[in-house]
């Protein structure tokens, strides 16, 4: 570029940057006719945002507070839905589910005989268990309170990791105890699997 | 003069894709035009609820069946030879009324349950063997043997609509019928009826 000789020459345009612009811009297009090209429905995969629908698992770990935990697993559901059916054949109240439901699934942190760790050790067993049937798959939702370290889900997170064949897999997301103590609907649902049946539980905040 | 045309003519197509830029960022996110402008709101957004938050569906372990049918464990249990059965009286026409019971045994009164006008020996043949069957214990009621020896076709009509799932097995379990007759000797499968209304 030449300097500029004085006051009554003339200014240059910056001409190559605009090119350039307009060159990335036409590649920007370019590319996005491909996308706008897709259907709707394929178009959403590149926008994966998490929908509000009931989070399946077999296990569901809730952290209550450095003292106890509340645990679910498939035995566990397996009685619950026993348990409800005994409640709803009475006509009893989804208080009533409540009072069994958390009188079931709430454990001390700490052994008081042993002093082991509950929590690891169910998890442990669950380990174990998916160590034995390496072709079953479990989903276990870890719900932690916002009060809580973030650094006790890790904990848990690593635990599970430990799984020989990988099939223990997990998600995370925040809640109380509350939410499960002023749960709306407690119910058992059948649901019929190759020939089988499976006994869910479903819990409404 | 060419170098300023030059300028203003990309100057303006850049302004140009710029528009379409954005309006079709727009356009792509599929939100309408009117709603694009988030303003204040923004902060004021929910974070939206992810599986897990508002329910959840535990789902327990895959129940098996259950089967109903003879326990071949049951110490003593004989099966009916067939062949033996026709040699003895190959026109035998006999009715066994029998009731299963809450342990599952095969309970009948050899004289009043065992219906068989003249094939009396066929009848005691039949009722002696079928007194050391036992069920597995899901059902109870009352179970109907029909041996027509005789019959082209159906030679065995085995009549379970009477039986009913035992109290205190769990109403959610899938029931199945299984093996409901020990019969050796020349019985096809497709000669035995299962009558279940």
Known sequence: ???????????????????????????????????????????????????????????????????????????????????????????????????????????????????????????????????????????VIIRCPGELPYRKVIELIQLLGRATYKNIQYGCVGGTISDIRGSKKIEKRLVPEEGQMRKNVIIEF | MLKKILGIFFAVLFVVFLVIYVYRAVVLSGIPIEDADLGNIVEEAPPPARPGTQSLILTGPLIKPLVFALNMRTPGMRSLDWSALNDVDFTADVRVTAKVGEDGALKFNPLDDVYCPGHAKAGEMIGNVMRSWTYSPYKTGTIVFRYNVGAVGKKLTIDVSKLRRREGVDPDTPLKDGLLYFIDGGLKGGEVKIKTW
């Open chain 1, 1 to 139: 570029m030449k300097p500029i000789k004085g006051g009554n020459e003339r200014r240059k345009l910056a001409l190559i940057s605009l090119i350039d612009v307009v060159f990335i811009l036409l590649i920007f297009f370019l590319v996005s006719v491909f996308f706008s090209s897709l259907p709707n429905e394929e178009r959403k995969l590149f926008l994966p945002t998490p929908k509000n629908e009931p989070g399946s698992a077999q296990v569901l770990i809730q952290l209550i507070d450095d003292e106890s935990f509340f645990y679910i697993d498939p035995l566990v559901t397996e009685t619950l839905v026993n348990d409800i059916t005994i409640i709803d054949n009475r006509g009893g109240s989804l208080a009533e589910k409540r009072n069994v439901l958390l009188r079931r699934c709430t454990f001390p942190m700490r052994d008081e005989r042993s002093g082991l760790n509950n929590l690891v050790e169910k998890i442990n067993g669950l380990i174990d268990h998916a160590n034995l049937h390496p072709e079953e798959e479990y989903f």
